[in-house]
């Protein structure tokens, strides 16, 4: 996939509210045309259902066409279940805005894969959602957009998930 001088805009996704509200964002406020849409999705916990998925783990597997991501097979491979309502706003965006659409699932820390997307693919920018954690759980879990924000080597845009503000 040639991606040489083209805008890769990556949207860090885990299909949540706050994760579905950045990709939305990103769509309606960032995405010109012939851009490429990375979505970066970081799984917790590896369930290896081939061999491939080893090799996988280090790397991340291979850039998914949207296309092949709306397939229950290759969802249940990747351990990602992308909903009917993300699923249509690609759709749409990839038609009206003539984008390439793919996602790169890794397995890992989310902080720690999110900046490795960052450098390896490379992206031009990275838009990542607020869960709004409430001041004492961020202190103690740490909030992945702030790390993402003060360690990324590109521009982070971190949409706010205002529902949870506390």
């Not at 001088?5 to 990556?10: I, P, S, W």
């Not at 961020?138 to 845009?157: D, E, F, I, Q």
Request: aromatic share 6%; hydrophobic share 40%; proline share 5%.
């Amino acid at each position: 996939m040639e991606m040489e001088g083209e805008r890769r805009v990556g949207v860090a996704v885990d299909f949540s509210p706050c994760s579905k509200k950045a990709l939305k964002w990103t769509v309606e406020n960032m995405i010109r045309d012939g851009d490429y849409l990375i979505l970066i999705n970081v799984q917790s916990q590896v369930h290896y259902e081939e061999g491939e998925m080893q090799l996988w783990e280090a790397t991340g597997s291979p850039l998914i066409p949207l296309n092949e991501f709306s397939d229950p097979g290759i969802v249940k491979k990747y351990g990602v279940k992308p909903d009917p309502e993300t699923l249509d706003l690609l759709n749409c965006a990839a038609r009206e805005k003539g984008i390439v659409v793919v996602m790169k699932v890794y397995w890992g820390d989310a902080r720690d894969k999110i900046l490795e997307a960052i450098e390896k693919i490379p992206l031009s920018c990275l838009v990542i959602g607020n869960r709004g954690l409430g001041k004492i759980k961020r202190a103690l879990l740490g909030s992945v957009s702030n790390y993402v924000v003060n360690n990324g080597s590109c521009p982070v845009t971190v949409v706010k998930n205002i529902d949870h503000e506390d």
